[in-house]
Structures are given as C-alpha cells and as structure tokens.
C-alpha cells in the first residue's frame, strides 16, 4: 500500500515554522507504508501566533497525532488536554497523541538520544559520567532521559551559565539519584573531560561551517564517546575532531529516527520495522 488516500485514511502530522525542511514526513510515511497501515503523514507550517487555533483546527478535524518541532516544544503544553510524565519532566512536547478527542503531550526526544547511543555507539548510560553541552530545548529532554536511564552524573556546560544553572535546578528534583553538576562554561568544563565517558553536544553550534570546537577533546579518555545532535551538516567540526583522535562518535541522525519510532508506536500502536527509519534518513542524507 502506497498511502493511498481514502475515505478512512487517518492523518498524522508535524508542526513547525519553519517546517518545510523536516525529514518526518519522509521517514514516517516510509514506515506506515511498510506496516501497512491506512495513515499518510504531512507537514503543518504554524507560526507562533496562531499555534492555539491550530491545535483546536487539528482536534476538531480528528487528526490522529502529530508531532511538534521548532519554536513550538515549549508553548504547546498549554494546549494540551495532559502530559504523559516524559513531558512534564522535561518540560517539552514533541508528540501529541489525539485520544478519543484529548490531546496528551509526550517527549520522545530524549529517549530517542538514548536509544541512539546504544544502537549507534553501543553505549549504556547506567552508571555513566555524561558531559552535556548547552541547555537550550534539545538539552532539557536528554537530560531528564539521562537521568532517567541511570546516569552517575551530569556535567552542564552552557554558553550562559544562568540557563544551565535553570534547566539543573528544572530536572535535579525528579532524579535524586543522578549528580547534576553546572560548571561554569566550555573552559571549565575541560578540567572534568579525563572522567567523562560520553560527551553530548546539545547546542547548535557546528551547523555553521568551521565553527570552532567548544571543547578539547583530546582531554577526554580514550574510550569515551562523542554524540552531536546536529546532523546537517552530517559530519560537524567536533565529530570530525573526535573521529580524528580516535573516539567513537555520531551525529544526531540516529536520534532523529529514533524518536519518531517511539512517536509512530504511541500513535499507532505498531512497532516499525527496525532500522528502517534511519536507513531512510541515511539515504536522503548521502544525496
Ligand atoms: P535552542 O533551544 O535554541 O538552544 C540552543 C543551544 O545552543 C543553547 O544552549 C545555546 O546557548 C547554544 N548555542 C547557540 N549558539 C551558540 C554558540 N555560538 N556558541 C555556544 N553555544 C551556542 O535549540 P535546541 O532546540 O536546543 O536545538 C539545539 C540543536 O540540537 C540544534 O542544532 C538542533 O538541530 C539539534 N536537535 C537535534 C535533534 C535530533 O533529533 N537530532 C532534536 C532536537 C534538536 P545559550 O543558552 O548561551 O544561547
């Protein structure tokens, strides 16, 4: 099946502004027709302003679920029926699901980092030292994720220390058990990389080319492991240094797939067939 449209077809979508650059429509449409099922998936550019009578546009038109990306994690959440406990801690939806006319927000971001640092890298944050670099919207969502798959500690560092000190102060109260240190940014944050395991660059720095790197990362030890969330470019300054000295390392392309695996199961119910997500993004992102 083809996504055939029909009477029956139920939607689902993303909103955005912009949104016209977004790899969803392509990946999510791949995976309902590998399953099989009667949905299409499709892009809502909404700009700010209007984000409250869109949200009541798709309720009233009985739009099965969509997705939420920038500017609109954080301003959704008032127009939402509830939040599944991955939004509140993190303070950001991603996915909404439209329940028998209820809207529940989810985030699915920050599962979806973790899901990527073990299928891409192999690593396991339990008991992990995780150095996460800035504290914009992508890093409240990993960091409440990293807490809640069982890091040792966390090391913040952000270009300004107030909003790291925030976002810290935001999240350390649902997770007593994970070490939540904010260092004051990227230079001290050098004097903690020997002990770090796996560096997550957060911040939008690298999607500008021969932007400079943040941090050294030859301080950090050999087994370590560096994941940046940007994956346009796909190879950023600081991937290409780790992959340079050694280290394992990937862009955010895994996490992208990832957290519209978890997105599509919360909609539709239905596991996608694994890796295909990825493995279209990888397609579009060699041409
Ligand atoms: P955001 O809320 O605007 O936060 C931007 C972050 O980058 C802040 O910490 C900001 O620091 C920092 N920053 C920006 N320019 C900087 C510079 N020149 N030097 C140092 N720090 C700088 O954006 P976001 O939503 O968190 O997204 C951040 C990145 O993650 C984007 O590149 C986005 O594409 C990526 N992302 C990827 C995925 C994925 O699935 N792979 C998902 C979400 C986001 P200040 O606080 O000091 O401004």
């Known amino acids: 099946m083809i996504n055939q449209v029909n009477g ?65 994690k954080t301003e959704i959440m008032q127009y939402l029926d509830e939040l599944d406990s991955s939004a509140e801690t993190a303070g950001a939806v991603n996915t909404v699901k439209n329940d028998a006319g209820r809207l529940i927000g989810y985030n699915t971001d920050g599962d979806g980092l973790i899901r990527s640092l073990a299928n891409e890298l192999g690593f396991d944050v339990r008991g992990a030292s995780v150095a996460l670099l ?30 790291a000190v925030e976002l810290a102060s935001s999240i350390a109260h649902h997770f007593p058990a994970t070490e939540l240190t904010v260092v004051s940014g990227f230079e001290e944050l050098e004097e903690c990389l020997a002990e770090i395991d796996a560096l997550v660059n957060t911040t939008s720095l690298g999607m500008i080319r021969d932007s400079p790197l943040p941090v050294r990362l ?35 392309l895994g996490m992208l797939a990832s957290q519209g695996e978890l997105a599509f199961a919360i909609w539709t119910g239905t596991t996608p067939p694994f890796g295909l997500m990825k493995s279209v993004l990888d397609g579009i992102s060699d041409c």
Do not use: W
Not at 35 to 63: I, M
Not at 140 to 160: D, E, H, K, Q, W
Not at 220 to 233: E, F, G, K, Q
């Open 218 to 252: 030859d301080l950090l030890p050999r087994s370590a492991i560096v994941y940046d969330m940007i994956y346009a470019p796909p190879v950023t300054p600081l991937l290409r240094e780790a992959l340079r000295l050694g280290l394992k390392g990937a862009n955010g």
């Open 134 to 163: 800035g504290a914009g919207g992508a890093a409240r969502g990993a960091l409440a994720a990293l807490c809640r798959s069982g890091a040792r500690r966390v090391v913040i560092a952000n270009r300004t220390r107030e909003r």
């Open 8 to 72: 029956a077809t139920k939607i689902l979508g993303i909103i955005g502004y912009p949104v016209r650059h977004s790899l969803s429509p392509v990946m999510q449409n791949a995976a309902l027709r590998a399953c099989g099922l009667d949905y299409v998936y499709v892009p809502f550019e909404v700009a700010p302003e209007g984000l409250g009578s869109a949200v009541a546009g798709l309720k009233a038109l009985g739009v099965s679920g969509f997705n939420v990306t920038i500017p609109l």
